[in-house]
């Protein structure tokens, strides 16, 4: 329960030092920015640890080694190796060794990015496009997407035909812009409001 | 300098001050407003709903507390509906800061429904990966989940026993606040025809609607707008429904300064051609 | 070595992938298996690069007493006590997340305000920036004022108390108009809707089939080793 109200002030005097800012750069500030870059730190490093070293490493070892899957339990030498590989980037003399992980990393998400771009976006998304042109809506939309398709496509000059057409896929991507912008102002207000609330309620009982 | 001049460059710490007075004010006055529910968070309910007893709902915690007074009301909504519904679920989350946050509205919200930890739900905890994960849990979870988040065996919990893969999951719900929900859609979606509604911030809002028309996703609960709609579908308001008439105020400021700001520079050009 | 062993793992791994979408039958799908599960473990440990040189980066700062090094000081020590936090309550609850564990209380107290509060914080900068500078200088940019305005007013219940109020109004100049049909309508929000499952849909699929087709021709510049600069 103290350690409850502890941390509540704790709370509050972090959120005001954080909100200080917009007044003027400050020292309550500077200490509360360089004590979240800290924790964040620190918290990777338990992330690593509880998340990954150890159930998917230490565990999953001990574990295979138990139920007798030798090479189950002695092949996860290879993604060990790969990992404190992969940290050699640190020091600049073997930093070239880091660059095998790292192909690793960018080998498996090419691989997957290119069947999940055609498989998981363009297909499905270019076949809902050309639907029957029986509705107001599917028009708009058929028109949306090819218009925009035709403003960004740069190597020639939107000039006649093609600059109608981008002239059109400029007023989609417009109104597709600003509802990102209202949708970006209600959720950096959201944000606020929940800041708020933690302020007048949790710290100072106003809001009962 | 001319009124509107002044108008136009106006200290922007009073602009600060009037939000705050936008926001704690209603906070504090508590007004009743009325939540209209949309088509895509109406969608996303009828998909938990029509989810016959005991399906197996896996929720992924796909944002940190940077998005969480936005996104927590949605994951605390749909857990309620979720165990309402007697459904199980499963929690896991491609952001490991977003964890504890589960951990907080789970321990909230199942104690509240009469349900326990192990025999009503679990939570597997996170793992790195991001889209390798989300496509080697389509083999088997326990390739990457052995144990839930504190070492328990997953085979220990009797509904678990029969979860291997998407094919035994009936619904997988996304609460996101960045990319994580399209790589959900396109690398699970698309390879496992695995059923999804996302719920998002109001940043990511709207490019999710491409995958709403398209059929990939089945709802969105956008934003705390969204959030207020599904409490509103529940039956039970929250903290979303709270925060709607600060965000009215807020909003209705902002579009009047965005009209007085724009009135006094049309008027200031109209006065320079002249 | 330093190239050509990079460039083979990335054709071998990026292929075997692609090979065991459409032959997901052993060996290939069982390699896929393995790969992706080394995968997230190699993810795993990217977590502690930049550790080391942001504490080196710190901890020099403060033996040398630069200008600031208080601040070094804040953040070394936090470093290190949330790592002892965590350990500590990773040993003693099984997990640094469990509720009573002192790594909890860090997280619930400092992590969660602190991160909110930066973003949050953005609210004041946007409010300010969009009065200052949205300015409606020619008709693209109105289109976009105007378009954000709808979907601002649409999205909370002002917009509906607004809209009953143009039903009132509009029913005091043309009596035949009733307000309940009008205001059952629900215009901004209606259009609100419109405006996301339409055009805003329409151009986001413009711009996404653009972005994958562009991922694709990158990924496979990568894979053919065209691309080389995740080497550097």
């Known amino acids: 329960m103290i350690l409850n109200i502890i941390g509540t002030w704790v709370a509050a005097t972090l959120t005001i030092a954080i909100l200080s800012f917009l007044y003027k750069d400050n020292p309550l500030y500077r200490v509360a920015e360089h004590l979240y870059v800290g924790i964040s730190a620190g918290f990777a490093v338990i992330y690593a640890w509880a998340f990954d070293v150890y159930p998917m490493l230490v565990d999953a070892f001990r574990n295979n080694l138990h139920q007798k899957h030798y090479l189950e339990a002695w092949i996860l030498i290879v993604p060990t190796i790969l990992g404190i590989m992969m940290l050699c980037r640190s020091i600049p003399k073997i930093a070239w060794i880091s660059r095998w992980p790292i192909s690793f990393t960018v080998g498996i998400g090419a691989g997957l990015g290119i069947v999940a771009g055609v498989q998981g976006y363009l297909l499905p998304q270019v076949s ?47 109104v597709a812009f600003g509802a990102s912008f209202g949708y970006t102002v209600m959720a950096r207000i959201s944000l606020l409001i929940g800041r708020f609330y933690f302020l007048l309620h949790d710290w100072l009982p106003i809001i009962r | 300098m001319t009124f509107w001049q002044r108008i136009s460059t106006v200290d922007r710490r009073i602009l600060y001050v009037l939000l705050c007075l936008a926001v704690a004010l209603p906070l504090i006055l508590k007004p009743k407003t009325q939540v209209r529910v949309s088509e895509p968070v109406r969608s996303a309910f009828e998909t938990v709903d029509k989810l016959p007893e005991d399906a197996v709902v896996m ?4 944002y940190d507390p940077s998005s969480a007074p936005e996104v927590q ?28 946050l589960a951990e907080i509205a789970l321990n909230q919200v199942g104690p509240e429904m009469g349900k326990t930890y192990g025999k009503d739900y679990v939570n597997i905890g996170y793992r790195p990966g991001g889209s390798a994960m989300m496509i080697g849990i389509g ?11 504190k070492g328990v065996p997953l085979d220990s919990f009797a509904f678990m026993r029969s979860v291997h893969n998407y094919r035994d999951i009936g619904l997988l719900v996304s609460l996101a606040h960045g990319a994580v929900a399209e790589q959900w859609i396109q690398f699970v979606g698309g390879r496992f025809n695995q059923t999804i509604i996302v719920g998002c911030t109001g940043v990511n809002a709207p490019s999710l609607y491409q995958y709403l028309h398209s059929g990939q996703i089945k709802g969105i609960i956008g934003g705390l707008q969204g959030a207020s709609e599904y409490e509103a579908l529940i039956g039970k308001p929250g903290s979303a429904t709270l925060g709607m008439p600060a965000q009215s105020a807020a909003h209705g400021l902002i579009i009047l300064l965005l009209i007085i700001g724009n009135l006094g520079y049309i008027i200031s050009r109209r006065k320079k051609k002249q | 070595m330093k190239r050509s062993v990079p460039l083979t793992i990335v054709f071998v791994t990026a292929v075997l992938l692609i090979v065991a979408f459409f032959i997901p039958h052993k060996p290939f799908g069982d390699l896929q298996s393995r790969f992706l599960n080394w995968y997230t473990i190699v993810s795993g440990f990217t977590f502690l ?15 040398r007493r630069v200008e600031g090094w208080g601040y070094s000081l804040v953040l070394v020590l936090a470093l290190f006590a949330t790592m ?20 909890m209380w860090l997280y619930t107290y400092m992590i969660i305000p602190l991160q909110s509060t930066m973003f949050a914080s953005l609210a004041f900068f946007v409010f300010s920036a969009a009065y200052r500078a949205f300015r409606i200088r020619n008709f693209a940019a109105t289109l976009l004022l105007v378009a954000a305005c709808l979907v601002m007013i649409g999205n909370v219940p002002l917009g509906s108390a607004f809209w009953h109020d143009i039903g009132s109004l509009v029913h005091a100049i043309i009596p035949g108009v009733s307000v309940d049909k009008l205001t059952a309508l629900e215009g901004f929000a209606s259009i609100k809707d419109w405006l996301m499952s339409i055009p805003t849909a329409a151009a986001g699929r413009g711009i996404g089939i653009g972005l994958a087709l562009g991922g694709i021709a990158m990924s496979l510049r990568i894979i053919l080793g065209i691309e080389r600069t995740y080497m550097s």
Do not use: C
């Not at chain 2, 083999?139 to 144990?147: A, C, G, K, N, Q």
């Open chain 1, 128 to 174: 809902d496009t050309l639907r029957p042109l029986i509705s107001v809506n599917n028009f708009v939309m058929y028109i949306g997407v090819i218009a925009t398709l035709f403003y960004f496509y740069f190597s020639k000059e939107h000039k006649g035909a093609l600059g109608v057409v981008s002239r059109v896929g400029i007023i989609f991507i417009m």
């Open chain 2, 139 to 149: 083999r088997e979870i326990r390739d990457y989940f052995r144990t839930d988040y």
């Open chain 2, 59 to 62: 929720i992924s915690i796909d």
């Open chain 2, 73 to 100: 009301p949605m994951l605390i909504g749909l857990l309620r509906h979720a165990f309402k519904k007697n459904l199980h679920v499963i929690v896991t989350g491609q952001l490991a800061l977003g964890l504890p």
């Open chain 3, 49 to 63: 690069l930049g550790l080391d040189s942001l504490t080196r980066h710190h901890l020099v700062r403060v033996f």
């Open chain 3, 84 to 103: 002892a936090l965590g350990f500590y309550s990773w040993f003693k609850f099984q997990s640094p997340f469990a509720l009573r564990a002192p790594f």
